[in-house]
């Protein structure tokens, strides 16, 4: 099954209750919220409260990407707000195994998220306990940026890596992706897509982009 995730980043904050509704009435699978504490990442974007007032107006599962540094900080306070999905990044939490536990043991599904320069040989230990990775093909921090084409290879070196040990986890990708790459994405392993601009961003609405980009994911299943 492809997921795709559509990112609020790039939504109207103003209007995210229309915006979100559009993209769940278009059929988006989960939406992605991208919380960011201007450490880790430059930016800072929305926290617990805003998470809190999503919440109430979606049933869609709600996929937390965490760009902060020291997540387990922050894991009481969103699980309370209402979150489904945690991606905590490798980068920023020196006890990772603790992290994994502690979502999984909370029924939350429990992600990895690597920036675009960071090995998957990290991945090692904690790959059979994850749900997934969230593969950056960007560098965090900001949506509209262009993909990262190296990360291709990181994907498919990724999916080998787990079809080959059997593993449970899904690949998810963020960043600079559209409907001139997700085939290849998709092509490359990936299950999750999440994607800001290509979907709120675009000069058309967000019915046609969903649209357009579920109809890609559908050819690409018939095919494999
Ligand atoms: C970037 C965020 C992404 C971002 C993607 O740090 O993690 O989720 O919203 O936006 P686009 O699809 O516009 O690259
Ligand atoms: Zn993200």
Same mark, same amino acid.
């Given at each position: 099954m492809i997921e795709i995730a559509p990112s609020i980043l790039a939504a109207d904050f103003a209007n995210l209750s229309r915006d979100i509704k559009q993209v769940e009435k278009a059929g988006a699978d989960v939406i992605h919220l991208d919380i960011m504490d201007g450490h880790f990442v430059p930016n800072i974007t929305i926290g617990p409260p805003v998470v809190s007032s999503i919440r109430k107006i979606t049933s869609l599962p709600l996929d937390a990407h965490l760009m902060i540094e020291e997540p387990s900080r922050y894991l009481d306070v969103l699980i309370q707000a209402g979150v489904n999905w945690i991606s905590v990044h490798l980068e920023a939490d020196a006890h990772l195994e603790r992290t994994v536990s502690y979502l999984r043991e909370r029924g939350i599904r429990a992600g990895v998220a690597l920036n675009p320069a960071t090995p998957i040989a990290g991945l090692e230990e904690i790959l059979p306990e994850v749900d997934f990775i969230l593969l950056m093909?960007?560098?965090? #921090?900001? #949506?509209g940026q262009q993909f990262i084409s190296s990360t291709l290879k990181k994907i498919r070196k990724l999916k080998e890596l787990i079809s080959c040990n059997g593993y449970k986890a899904r690949i998810e990708v963020d960043g600079g992706i559209g409907a001139g790459n997700l085939h290849e994405i998709l092509i490359a392993g990936a299950e999750i897509i999440v994607m800001g601009s290509a979907i709120f961003g675009a000069n058309r609405n967000v019915a046609d982009a969903m649209a357009e980009f579920r109809a890609i994911t559908e050819r690409h299943l018939q095919l494999t």
């Open positions: 093909t960007v560098n965090p #921090g900001f #949506g």
